[in-house]
């Protein structure tokens, strides 16, 4: 809104400063102070405020140290981080922009989903929360909703290299300075993505069927669907489990939320793109200031969530976090990056995952159940080994570093 605002008061009465906001790189800025202000002075008040309604966590007996002490802090914190990224991505990003309406509406989905089952939890009395099938529906919902918009909205688009370029459509000529040789470039509609530690950087989910004779758009369609739903329910369920102790889940969220960021900004510059040799994408430089949002709104968030917590962010922001971080990578077309990127959400779905499936196995072959892990998800096991649960989240954020360094040297290392 406040875009809209300075641009026409750049326009018409040319008011010095008002084009400052023409810039992504000041909008994002300005994105990451707002939601800061938000999280941190804002914050407090409604921590105060779910005190008064006694809307407290209720901490299960896992037998860890200082799970007592948790008892009755505030839960459902991650409204503060949905109100830190949808309030400055609406003043600051260009509300007609395709991929930012996504991402609000990823974010404000998935908190619904998250906010109903803290709300069954807190207000409702049963532990369980809302049912894992409806949780999943609505993820499979979201990944939909996804897959289509990108598949078949015609301002999704990349930019390629033509031979016959369409007159319908803008066309740039490009010049290769050492050989003197034209080439055409055109936005074009492309089911490509980009992969790591490959050569040409770019994978082609229609080329892939095309090899086993199913050049058909509709399989290649409900490929690229399932793929955006199973990366939309995996990333947001892991975020949702490693949001166990103190600051886990919003430090690991802040590096992923600053490589995305980085990423954005490359994909949608066209010399960056270029001299990365990556694809590029037309009008994707404004989800910057999405990620600068979330970015703001998990700094500060921890702010209150650090060891020890004043605030849990629940599955209202765990949910949200997920699927932000699947939405955003899908868009940029770094999906294929998330195992590297998400390496701590990874590995802490599947200690979930093996813990289970090797009990059962055990429990089926040899009449007891047996576990790999002390406790799962993993950072729980490291908590049964006696290991403080804010060197744990340390050690997580220097993995989530080092995955995010690794994950931005794939652009160059093929």
Not at 224 to 246: R, Y
Request: aromatic share 12%; proline share 3%.
């Amino acid at each position: 809104m406040i875009y809209y605002l300075f641009t026409w008061l750049q326009d018409h009465l040319h008011i010095p400063g008002s084009g400052l906001f023409q810039y992504i790189s000041f909008r994002t800025a300005m994105a990451v102070i707002v939601s800061l202000m938000i999280t941190t002075v804002f914050g407090s008040r409604l921590i105060r405020l779910l005190h008064r309604k006694q809307v407290g966590e209720t901490i299960r007996d896992l037998g860890l140290e200082g799970e007592k002490k948790k008892q009755g802090t505030p839960t459902m914190g991650g409204l503060i981080i949905i109100a830190g990224i949808l309030i400055p991505t609406v003043l600051f990003a260009k509300l007609d922009n395709i991929y930012v309406i996504i991402m609000i509406i990823t974010t404000i989905w998935m908190g619904a989903i998250g906010f109903l089952d803290d709300y069954i939890k807190v207000f409702r009395k049963n532990k369980e929360g809302l049912a894992g099938r409806f949780k999943v529906i609505g993820q499979v919902g979201l990944g939909t909703i996804i897959a289509i918009t990108m598949y078949f909205h015609p301002d999704i688009v990349v930019r390629e290299q033509v031979t016959n370029p369409t007159s319908s459509k803008p066309v740039e000529v490009v010049i290769n300075p050492q050989t003197g040789e034209s080439t055409y470039t055109e936005n074009v509609k492309s089911t490509k993505t980009n992969i790591p530690f490959y050569k040409n950087n770019e994978f082609d989910y229609a080329k892939v069927l095309d090899s086993f004779g199913l050049n058909s758009s509709l399989v290649t369609f409900l490929v690229f669907l399932v793929v955006v739903v199973f990366i939309v329910t995996a990333v947001s369920n892991g975020a949702n489990i490693t949001d166990g102790i103190d600051g886990l889940a919003t430090g690991t969220s802040a590096i992923v939320g600053i490589t995305l960021a980085i990423l954005a900004y490359v994909s949608g510059n066209i010399i960056f793109s270029e001299y990365l040799n990556i694809m590029y994408i037309p009008n994707s430089g404004e989800l910057v200031i999405f990620a600068g949002a979330f970015i703001g709104a998990c700094t500060g968030f921890l702010w209150y969530n650090a060891y020890p917590a004043q605030v849990f962010m629940g599955d209202t922001g765990s949910l949200a976090i997920g699927g932000i971080i699947a939405a955003f990578a899908i868009l940029i077309r770094k999906e294929l990056l998330i195992p590297v990127l998400c390496g701590v959400f990874l590995i802490e779905n599947l200690s979930v995952i093996l813990q289970v499936s090797y009990f059962k196995y055990t429990k089926k072959k040899y009449g007891e159940g047996r576990r790999i892990f002390l406790m799962s998800p993993l950072h729980h096991h490291y908590q049964k080994k006696g290991y403080h649960e804010a060197k744990i989240v340390t050690r997580f954020v220097i993995v989530s570093v080092i995955l995010a360094i690794l994950t931005i040297v794939t652009l160059k290392v093929r």
